[in-house]
C-alpha cells in the first residue's frame, strides 16, 4: 500500500515475459504429490509493482497449457494482489507457447526488456530441465535483459547449462533468505 510509480513507463514498447509454471503437482520422495503451482503473493506481487511502473506482462508456459496458481496462499484481502490476479487472468488462461515467443518474439529488436520467473514450488518441476527456458535464458543475457526471479524460480535457472560445460551464471551472486530464518 502506497506506493507510486511517479515515473511509470508510459512508451509503450518495453514488455516483461513472465514464464510461470504450468505444473499442478510435485511428486514428492515419499510417494505422495503436493498441490503446487506459482505462489500468487510470489507472482502477483511483483506483477503489480511491473504493471504499476508501466509495463506490459506476457505469460508464457512450457506447452502453452493455463499457468497453475498454488490457490490455497492466494491473499483474500490484499487488493493489489487480487486485481493484478484479476487483470492477468486471461492471461493466465491462455499464455503464449514458450517456443512461439522464442521463434516470434526474441532477437535483438525484442520488445521484452526482462524475463520474470515466479516462486512457487512449481519452478523446480520441468523449468530447470526446459531447452527452451534455456534458450530464453541465452537471450536475456546475450542482449543484455533483465532476469528477475526469487524464491523457487531461481531453479529455473538451471536451464541455463543445459548444453554447456559450466553456468553461464557462475561467477553472479544471487540473494536469498538464510537457512536460520526457515528454522526460526
Request: aromatic share 8%.
Amino acid at each position: 500500500a502506497g506506493v507510486e510509480h511517479k515515473d511509470a513507463y508510459t512508451a509503450g514498447r518495453w514488455k516483461i515475459l513472465m514464464i510461470a509454471a504450468e505444473e499442478r503437482y510435485e511428486l514428492l520422495q515419499n510417494g505422495k504429490m503436493l498441490s503446487t503451482g506459482n505462489h500468487p503473493i510470489e507472482m502477483l506481487l511483483p506483477l503489480h509493482h511491473l504493471m504499476e511502473a508501466g509495463f506490459e506482462i506476457d505469460v508464457a508456459t512450457l506447452s502453452g497449457y493455463p499457468a497453475k496458481l498454488e490457490l490455497w496462499a492466494m491473499p483474500r484481502e490484499d487488493e493489489a494482489v487480487l486485481s493484478t490476479y484479476e487483470a492477468l487472468k486471461p492471461k493466465l488462461k491462455q499464455p503464449k507457447k514458450l517456443a512461439d515467443v522464442i521463434a516470434d518474439d526474441l532477437g535483438p529488436d525484442s520488445d521484452y526488456l526482462a524475463v520474470f520467473i515466479p516462486g512457487g514450488h512449481a519452478a523446480v518441476v520441468g523449468l530447470p530441465a526446459s531447452t527452451d527456458v534455456e534458450q530464453v535464458l541465452d537471450w536475456a543475457l546475450a542482449n543484455d535483459k533483465f532476469i528477475i526471479t526469487l524464491c523457487h524460480g531461481p531453479a529455473a535457472l538451471l536451464a541455463a547449462s543445459l548444453s554447456k560445460p559450466e553456468s553461464p551464471f557462475k561467477d553472479y551472486s544471487v540473494c536469498v533468505f538464510p537457512d536460520a530464518l526457515d528454522q526460526g
